[in-house]
């Protein structure tokens, strides 16, 4: 079965600062989707950012990127120019995309902490 | 993105009784819909798939006669808590299945069962 771990509960940056995320996933797939998710306060699930795994690139959404690293499992979303709206609970997520229809398995998440 | 809306957004009931939260799609068809609980400072998990016009999947160490899922049309599935009892209060979160494996959520729905 896939897991993904992220090993940091809570993060602090100041604002306008970049900040990386860190999350490692493992599966014995090799076609899937990974995904970072943003839950604000309103418990809203948000699409920051989303990476095929048969893509070398690495995906980015204006100040939101990421470092797929496939080998190493790893998926980290990095925020630059971080802004106060950035606060939130962030979910690194994944699916398998071979099988057809299946639900994401999240980790744990991160507390982002915007600091003015 | 696609819509997608749940009802209610906070329900209260009383432990023993039944609740029904609805999870629609607004601008789309979706074949496949999810559920998803999330406890207090906690993850999402997944419980059930929710396939239109067949029995849902659920999965491991859900009770799939205690939470009961329907899926009529390709604009609404739904979630019954039967029986419920307080330790299955918490944060229920539906999501549809767009193109290319992106799920569209749902706001989510806060259960208290007293």
């Known amino acids: 079965a896939q897991t993904v771990t992220q090993s940091q509960p809570e993060m602090s940056v100041q604002e306008a600062e970049t900040v990386t995320l860190s999350c490692t996933y493992d599966t014995s797939e090799s076609d899937y989707y990974l995904f970072w998710y943003k839950q604000p306060p309103s418990r809203q699930m948000i699409l920051v950012i989303r990476q095929e795994a048969y893509k070398q690139q690495n995906a980015t959404e204006n100040r939101f990127s990421v470092n797929f690293q496939k080998a190493a499992k790893s998926f980290s979303l990095k925020i630059s120019d971080s802004q106060l709206g950035d606060a939130a609970m962030y979910f690194c997520?994944?699916?398998?995309?071979?099988?057809?229809?299946?639900?994401?398995?999240f980790g744990k998440g991160t507390h982002l902490i915007i600091q003015p | 993105g696609a819509v997608v809306s749940q009802h209610p957004s906070w329900v209260i009931c009383k432990s023993g009784t039944s609740v029904k939260i609805e999870c629609r799609s607004l601008d789309f068809q979706a074949t496949t819909m999810f559920w998803y609980r999330q406890f207090p400072k906690q993850s999402l998990m997944l419980m059930a798939t929710s396939n239109e016009g067949s029995k849902a999947t659920y999965e491991q160490g859900v009770e799939k006669d205690k939470f009961l899922i329907n899926h009529a049309s390709l604009t609404l599935s739904t979630l019954t808590v039967t029986s419920a009892h307080p330790e299955d209060s918490s944060f229920y979160i539906c999501?549809?299945?767009?193109?290319?494996?992106?799920?569209?959520f749902g706001p989510g729905t806060r259960l208290t069962v007293l």
């Open positions: 997520a994944y699916v398998y995309s071979g099988g057809g229809a299946d639900g994401l398995t």
């Open positions: 999501s549809a299945l767009g193109l290319a494996n992106e799920q569209f």
